[in-house]
Antibody
């Protein structure tokens, strides 16, 4: 069974950092391109970042460019999102997704003083 | 960035009746390989999203055939032939042709 489990969310002050993780199972992780998508409370979906299978192609939404870094560790079947210089408007549930498979439940990031 | 504009934003539908959601992009979504990377996602209340349609009209595994996608260039449509109670939720289009990828605002489908 394909499973994606996000973790690492929590409450952080503006300007702080968090590292999100996504543990993948049930499929050959190294064969898949991966994305992070977020959803602010009561709002729509926002695509955040993409990483290719080999990790040599990476893209970011303008809203996070220069502050967030996506990475993957195929040996650990894991995807990461390092989030620095966090802002109140980064508050959201963060999902990792292949798009072709079921999404995880997401992890909530709250940026507040 | 490519702007994705959905309409309507709210869609009340009677059970068993058809429903249609429009999605328009600010630029052509035809990629250099000839494919058009337009996806449709469903998010039921309290659930994570799931993809229904990719490349305009290809249904994902397990998606009922009452869901269909069509369109080309900048103009796309998701149709539900006969709405069922389980179809309640928010539907999003998303373009994967241009970076950054972008979602539409979402269309909330409810039962009348």
């Amino acid at each position: 069974e394909v499973q994606l489990v996000e973790s690492g969310g929590g409450l952080v002050q503006p300007g702080g950092s968090l590292r999100l993780s996504c543990a993948a199972s049930g499929f050959i992780f190294s064969d898949y391109e991966m994305n992070w998508v977020r959803q602010a409370p009561g709002k729509g979906l926002e695509w955040v970042s993409f990483i290719s299978k080999s990790g040599n192609r990476i893209h970011y939404a303008d809203s996070v460019k220069g502050r967030f870094t996506i990475s993957r560790d195929d040996a650990k079947n894991s995807l990461y999102l390092q989030m620095n210089s966090l802002r109140v408007e980064d508050t959201a549930v963060y999902y990792c997704a292949t798009f072709s498979d079921p999404w995880g439940q997401g992890t909530l990031v709250t940026v507040s003083s | 960035d490519v702007v994705m504009t959905q309409s309507p934003l709210s869609l009340p539908v009677t059970l068993g009746q058809p429903a249609s959601i429009s999605c328009r992009s600010s630029q052509s979504l035809v990629y250099s390989d000839g494919d058009t990377y337009l996806n449709w996602f469903q998010q039921r209340p309290g659930q994570s999203p799931r993809r229904l349609i990719y490349k305009v009209s290809k249904r994902d595994s397990g998606v009922p055939d009452r869901f269909s996608g069509s369109g080309s260039g900048t103009d796309f449509t998701l149709k539900i032939s006969r709405v069922e109670a389980e179809d309640v939720g928010v539907y999003y289009c998303m373009q994967g042709t241009h970076w950054p990828n972008t979602f539409g605002q979402g269309t909330k489908l409810e039962i009348k």
